[in-house]
């Protein structure tokens, strides 16, 4: 028998496994799940808000081209929903010749993709922007990670209800709520992004999406900033216009008051980490770069202060809906602190600025990363 004291005690799998041997309902569980997680996160994660919890990937998690659930980025305005259902459904309304309501099981029985999708949120390097007291979680290099998500097209959904063409945008709502006196978080995607585009979503990784990434069912929205994929969804509303939620209609805006939608292009060095210490004639960088226009064409370092580029090596898979690992040896002449930078070009061309344009918001940081190292020879 497991003693609860011993250092190798894992309360919350003991506590799960329990609850699965009690035969517990899925709900319950997956409200336990979260809230274990909360309380004790693993430690590899950088908390940035305590309740709800926003919680960054440790940089060493993101090398990799699969980012694990427990180490995946947490974010969320209100936090996960207090209560849920015993049987979950959604439903699509509005400009639709029937409206239909389906559960998980009938979802489940429709055409089923698996699609790796980056999620980034859209404040991520908030707090590295040169203009002071951005508002918003002060978030550094960690919020974003990669997952295989398994689902179906939104367009299979909603071609049963049969969408008019009225509907030109669809108002996603969601069970997670801030209280009677605060407004919902609901966000809109216009029609032909959500008849192309747009996933539904119950598995991340192989395994049931967890509460707090958005579990039972959550939209996705590959290419746009994690914003987009509401989380918790119950309802799709097909609408004339656009939302005018307030984090729609005034929220997440550049400076010039356009939208925020795709991301931008973006690289991160994963390895080596700042501060690190190596002995030899060569130091191997490697990180990952994606772009919310198509993947990436290619990723460039460099160790004389941005004077001189060169090709990295793009390995593992090429998504367009993922990001891309690359890795690049770095020769050492001699002794001394070196900082190498990574810049990335998408297939659209575009490629990441020295410094990103700031805004109130502090959104689309994608400023080129540089990390600071010792050769000692």
Known sequence: MLDPDSPRFDRRGFVLASMAAAGVLAADRLLAESRLFAQSPRPELVIRNPRPLDAEAPLEALAEWQTPNDL????????????????????????????????????????????????????????????????????????????????????????????????????????????????????????EVAMRDALLVWEMNGEPIPLLHGGPLRLLVPGWYGMASTKWLTHVHARPMESDNNFMAKGYRYADGSPVERTKVKSLIASPLEGARFRGSSVRAAGVAWSGSGGIRQVDVSTDGGRSWHAARLTGRDDATAWRTWEADLPIARPGRYTVRSRATDRSGATQPEVAATNPGGYGNNSIHAVSFDALG
């Open 72 to 191: 995946f980025f947490v974010r969320s305005h209100f936090g996960p929903p207090a209560s849920l259902p015993a049987r979950w459904t959604l439903a699509v309304d509005g400009e639709v010749a029937r409206p239909v309501v389906l559960d998980l099981a009938e979802l489940r029985g429709l055409p089923a993709v698996t699609v790796p999708v980056t999620l980034e949120c859209a404040g991520n390097g908030r707090g590295l922007m040169t203009l002071p007291n951005t508002s918003g979680v002060q978030w550094q290099r960690g919020a974003v990670s990669n997952a295989a998500w398994t689902g179906t097209r939104l367009s299979n959904v909603l071609e049963r209800a049969g969408i008019r063409p009225t509907a030109a945008h669809f108002w996603m709502e969601a069970a997670d709520s801030g209280g009677p006196r605060v407004p919902k978080f609901l966000r809109s995607i216009p029609r």
